[in-house]
């Protein structure tokens, strides 16, 4: 598989930030260096609260997906948000998201979990039939709403 997924480990700190620094400027995120190495340095290290993972030859990577974790009643266990998924653009449109977010329930429902959600623009129409052709459903009735702390 060409989009192999490794679990990326404190070593791929510079890989891993170059693609995440790459996402935020094309989404239009202005955050600093310091503000991703605080919110990917624990990912990297083992925290249970979620994982990185580099998409693709580990020592060049076209992309990743970090995957956070909680704890659902509703779906009796533990359940993941996608948090962020990003490929080079050079890489898009070749089918490669399709298979990771194929490939990566299977791998975290063998680490127990339940459910795992996305969060999609709702005028991004190819994402949404991105998302949808890999099983993902809009919820009815329901809409993801945030509070800054």
């Known amino acids: 598989m ?7 480990k404190p070593e791929d700190f510079a890989r891993l930030d170059a693609l995440v620094a790459a996402f935020h400027a094309e989404d ?3 955050l600093s260096a310091d ?16 994982v990185a993972y580099l998409i ?11 995957v956070c974790f909680g704890w659902s009643v509703e779906y009796g266990g533990m359940d993941g948000f996608v948090d962020e998924l990003y490929l080079r653009p050079a890489v898009r449109r070749r089918g490669i998201a399709a298979e ?24 991004n129409d190819r994402a949404q039939r991105l ?12 809409m993801l709403m945030t509070r800054r702390l």
């Open 2 to 8: 060409t989009t192999a997924l490794h679990l990326a």
């Open 28 to 30: 239009g995120l202005d």
């Open 35 to 50: 503000h991703r190495r605080t919110g990917l340095m624990p990912l990297l290290e083992g925290t249970p609260h979620g």
């Open 56 to 66: 693709g030859p580990a020592r060049a990577p076209i992309g990743y997906i970090i």
């Open 100 to 123: 990771v977010l194929g490939s990566l329930p299977q791998a975290l429902a063998g680490a127990g979990l339940k459910a795992l959600h996305l969060e999609v623009d709702r005028a």
């Open 131 to 142: 998302y949808g052709r890999t099983g993902f459903k809009a919820r009815d009735n329901y």
